[in-house]
T-cell receptor
Framework: AQSVSQHNHHVILSEAASLELGCNYS??????LFWYVQYPGQHLQLLLK??????LVKGIKGFEAEFIKSKFSFNLRKPSVQWSDTAEYFC??????????FGAGTTVTVRA | KAGVTQTPRYLIKTRGQQVTLSCSPI?????VSWYQQTPGQGLQFLFE???????NKGNFPGRFSGRQFSNSRSEMNVSTLELGDSALYLC????????????FGPGTRLTVL
């Protein structure tokens, strides 16, 4: 079955630590890839997206993600996290069928 | 530009009742998608509408239905509510729904007692 997998359910870091969240998908063909973030008490917001071109994409708030087609992966990274990065992060895939499929989400807790 | 709005924000219903949720997309957006978010199942796609036509549907029972109006506003309806329908229902809009970014509303929190 087609799916989106996020490897970590809950990640706890200290401020200034580096963050990497894994995302793998099982769709064949062309896909559009997204990372969304949900801060406490707020609604889902787009962090970054990949449609085509440079596989390293930069998003808001210092986040970036790398698309590796051969590994069906789209991992999210941030070199140095802040307390305000505490949130739930969702990887999502749109295989051009008008349907966005989400991973289970990763809760990131940043300790001051 | 105003964002996606959803009404009502909170609802409490009892088993067996039905409920209608409303979503107003961002101006100029013609695609509206609905999702159910629960702690156990995460974000699950319900359906997507474009120009009043449903283009894709998730794996939900027929009790879940939706429609879109000519002004792109959308409603979803859940009939014969079950306890398991308690969830946050999210609406998202995009320009055409195929490859562009979806913008999410704040959601409607439905509690079924």
């Amino acid at each position: 079955a087609q799916s989106v997998s996020q490897h970590n359910h809950h990640v706890i870091l200290s401020e200034a630590a580096s963050l990497e969240l894994g995302c793998n998908y099982s769709y064949g063909g062309t896909v559009n890839l997204f990372w969304y973030v949900q801060y406490p008490g707020q609604h889902l917001q787009l962090l970054l997206k990949y449609f085509s071109g440079d596989p390293l994409v930069k998003g808001i708030k210092g986040f970036e993600a790398e698309f590796i087609k051969s590994k069906f992966s789209f991992n999210l990274r941030k070199p140095s996290v802040q307390w305000s990065d505490t949130a739930e992060y969702f990887c999502a895939v749109n295989p051009n069928d008008y349907k966005l499929s989400f991973g289970a989400g990763t809760t990131v807790t940043v300790r001051a | 530009k105003a964002g996606v709005t959803q009404t009502p924000r909170y609802l409490i219903k009892t088993r067996g009742q039905q409920v209608t949720l409303s979503c107003s997309p961002i101006s100029g957006h013609r695609s509206v998608s609905w999702y159910q978010q629960t702690p156990g199942q995460g974000l699950q796609f319900l359906f997507e509408y474009f120009s009043e036509t449903q283009r894709n549907k998730g794996n939900f029972p027929g009790r879940f239905s939706g429609r879109q109006f000519s002004n792109s506003r959308s409603e979803m309806n859940v009939s014969t509510l079950e306890l398991g329908d308690s969830a946050l229902y999210l609406c998202a809009s995009s320009i055409d729904g195929s490859t562009d970014t979806q913008y999410f509303g704040p959601g409607t929190r439905l509690t079924v007692l």
